[in-house]
């Protein structure tokens, strides 16, 4: 299995696992095998999520908001009560991040939401 032992994290999330807990570690086991190489995945990140990679508060921030956003199917009042604020908070967030990615979110949805995942558990420079 992946170095992260996906296996052994889906075998100890059990059966009295609800579904977030086994989506929990599917996620940490496609992060792992996407980072199997360190230097790629370095490079997705920064190539995917551009100004959105930087290592401040703003751009984290916008990126939690995206990947929350992602992750309730693109619903802002979902991702507002899964982050604690506002639906028009989260509009305004996810408005700002695709003027800085220079395109719509659901454009490029996958990737996107695999470099959010990947800069979530590894960082965004996905130090070695």
């Known amino acids: 299995m992946s170095a992260l032992g996906g296996g052994r994290a889906r075998r100890d999330a059990g059966p009295r696992a609800e579904g977030g807990a086994a989506l929990v570690a599917r996620g940490v086991e496609i992060v792992a095998l996407a980072a199997h190489d360190r230097q790629h995945t ?27 956003y992602l992750h309730d199917g693109s619903r802002a009042p979902r991702a507002a009560h899964r982050l604690n604020t506002h639906r028009n908070t989260i509009l305004h967030r996810v408005a700002r991040a695709e003027e800085l990615l220079g395109h719509p979110v659901e454009e490029h949805r996958l990737e996107l939401a695999l470099a959010l995942e990947l800069a979530h558990w590894l960082g965004v420079r996905a130090r070695a």
């Open 42 to 68: 370095t490079a997705f990140i920064a190539s995917t999520l551009g100004p959105l990679a930087a290592e401040n508060a703003r751009a984290a921030r916008l990126r939690e908001t995206l990947r929350a």
